[in-house]
């Protein structure tokens, strides 16, 4: 059973910093993309940032140079650290895989649809 566990969301000022944590366990092979998506209320779950099976890892316009992703593959661990946070920036975020795919693009900009496992969301709250 292929679980993602997201950590590390919390409330900041704008300005600031935090570093959420994706730990996934249960995998028979490596997804061929994951990432950090993010939804408010009322609207579409939108993509963050991505990395596919190759390490490559693409953002969305809105947090580059901001926010940035990295994977600890010996814990099965994807972070994302985020800094200069914005009001904005406000949301539940999610951790996704997927694994059925077996090539194509990884882009935060595909629809999260695409996505098969999801973890349980850690929210994330910027003041200004």
């Known amino acids: 059973q292929v679980q993602l566990a997201e950590s590390g969301g919390g409330s900041v000022q704008a300005g600031g910093s935090l570093r959420l944590s994706c730990a996934a366990s249960?995998?028979?092979?490596?997804?061929?993309?994951m990432g950090w998506f993010r939804q408010v209320p009322g609207n579409e779950r939108e993509g963050v940032a991505v990395?596919?099976?190759?390490?490559?890892?693409k953002y969305a316009d809105s947090v580059k140079g901001r926010f940035t992703l990295s994977k600890d593959n010996a814990k099965n661990i994807l972070y994302l650290e985020m800094n200069s946070l914005k009001p904005e920036d406000t949301a539940m975020y999610y951790c996704?895989?997927?694994?059925?795919?077996?090539?194509?693009?990884?882009?935060?900009?595909?629809?999260?649809?695409?996505?098969?496992?999801w973890g349980q969301g850690t929210q994330v709250t910027v003041s200004s």
């Open positions: 996704g895989a997927d694994s059925t795919r077996s090539g194509g693009f990884c882009y935060p900009s595909l629809p999260s649809k695409l996505y098969n496992y």
């Open positions: 249960g995998y028979t092979s490596r997804p061929y993309c």
């Open positions: 990395m596919d099976i190759d390490g490559s890892t």
